[in-house]
């Protein structure tokens, strides 16, 4: 063993002396001795290892922490699969309950789940041994936020108008733009057959026929976002933006009373009724417009109040 002390007999001197080991036969048997452990060692590796078919303790541990990794990335991809569930249930009734109240557009999937970024954003995993399950589960957290994110925002949208819901009901258009007692119906919403085109074609509103000159009043509060000579048919128009995706457009004009820019409320006098552009008489073309689609007028005419009544009880109140 290393540190022992050898003696021998000196026959001349008649004593026993330390046996005196040259640098060579040192390093001869430490030689011998490292090749022999290694040897054991490669014997106990290729046994254990190869022979018996058991892991390296090392090998078992890492093997332990990776199922235990994958049981992580598994658990966490079940959380997410229900914190997708409930984000959904939010973004329907967001697109067909809460924002169509206020006559806001639908948002969507291409912005609820548009990706953050490029596969780059995922190369940390590359040559990982779970890189796919890692990547995957990256994946879903990053449009799991996203659509958090834009959920969050359409929230704070719907909080601003939903403020404003005292203001809704003096938006809507619900009233005649003339004087129901002096007008009639002439052509109603729908398909009909045009008399100067000489075909049949949609009708986008109502045309309300009557004496030229007469006043035609805003049907609803809001903000004049044109007010010009149209040349494709319309002539004198007037367009409204109410807000809560309702605007009304009043054509044939005989003259305009408004401009661009300017706030009016219900009962405001924004022109007359005239004969301007494609016209074979005097009569208002008026057009309710929710959401960028012209839909059917009549549901909003009420009969039974004229706009200068209600412009007098607007002003007196």
Known sequence: MFGERRYIFNEQTKSYEIERRSARSTF???GITFLAGLACFLLYFFVFNRLLGFDTPKAMWLERSNQALAGEIS???????AQDEVLLDLSLRDNLVYRPV??????GPDVREAPLGGEERY??????DHQQLMTAAARRVDVLSRKAYVQSVSFDEVKVFSARAGDMASCIPSIYPVNPKT??????FGARYHPIRQAVVFHEGVDL???????VYATGDGVVVSASFNFSGYGNVVIIDHGFGYKTRYAHLKEIKV????????GDKIGTLGSSGLSTGPHLHYEVIYRGVQINPWNFLNPDISP?????MARNG
């Open 259 to 266: 401009v661009e820019g300017q706030v009016v409320i219900r």
């Open 308 to 312: 200068e009544e209600y412009n007098k």
């Open 209 to 215: 026929a009557g004496p030229a000159g007469q006043p």
């Open 183 to 188: 007008v009639q119906i002439t052509s109603p």
């Open 75 to 81: 658990l966490l991809e079940t959380r997410a699969a």
């Open 102 to 107: 206020f006559g806001m557009g639908e948002i």
């Open 123 to 128: 190369a940390d995993y590359l040559g990982l």
């Open 28 to 30: 001869y048997n430490t």
